[in-house]
């Protein structure tokens, strides 16, 4: 198994709401992430997990709460997200120090 | 802090064609580097990386990538194009504790038929 499922495809939500955005690899990897894409933009970096701890935040809002479960599940709890958020939310996981990432397809979200 | 650039936004080409797509990075230290490719609707897929060694690093489909330290480049190159090779490229370089990739801008490539 060579893939990193996110879910759902697609979701649309108001600023009110609170959802959650869903990764799983069964690679054995421990470095998990989670990068933002705006249209025709390249993916920016959110959050590394490594060994299921929260290594790197790039100054992400608090309004994006990252959690790692264990090792091959990430989640990302959103509440009370802003219009702007509206992108590709991309998940991906590799072995800690090879820097070869496998990307999921993606989770595109639109705040309303 | 490490960080790549590509000049080139958008490429058109006809197949056939012969392609090279710029990539310069700004580290001093070792450098890792990586070019990925998003096809339209898909997810990014890993084309070609360079660790160390050869600086001449062949990736799948056909691509390949130098790279020339005294450049500060990793530029990507394929000798003939196809149409199926329509995607976004980015370039991308590992920071030193190699838990960290950064992308380049992206460049658009357009192959016409």
């Known amino acids: 198994d060579t893939e990193v499922t996110q879910t759902p495809k697609h979701l649309v939500m108001g600023m009110t709401n609170k959802k959650s955005l869903k990764c799983e690899q069964h690679m054995g990897h421990r470095a998990m992430y989670w990068y933002k894409q705006k249209a025709k933009k390249p993916p920016e970096l959110m959050f590394v997990y490594s060994y299921e701890k929260l290594s790197i935040n790039e100054s992400v809002p608090s309004r994006f709460s990252p959690e790692c479960p264990n090792s091959s599940l990430l989640n990302l709890h959103l509440h009370a997200l802003q219009p702007e958020d509206s992108a590709l939310y991309l998940c991906?996981?590799?072995?800690?120090?090879?820097?070869?990432?496998?990307f999921g397809e993606g989770s595109r979200l639109t705040v309303l | 802090a490490q960080s790549v650039s590509q000049h080139n936004h958008h490429v058109i080409l006809s197949e056939a064609a012969s392609l090279e797509l710029g990539c310069n990075y700004s580290y001093g230290g070792t450098v890792n580097l990586f070019w990925y490719v998003q096809y339209p609707g898909q997810h990014l897929q890993l084309l070609l990386k360079y660790f160390s060694g050869d600086p001449l690093v062949k990736g799948i489909k056909g691509f390949e990538a130098e790279f020339i330290k005294s450049k500060f480049s990793f530029n990507l190159r394929k000798p003939s194009v196809q149409w199926s090779d329509t995607a976004e490229y980015f370039c991308a370089v590992l920071n030193n504790a190699g838990n960290m990739l950064t992308f380049g801008g992206g460049t658009r490539l357009m192959v016409k038929p």
């Open positions: 991906a996981s590799t072995w800690v120090g090879t820097g070869e990432l496998f």
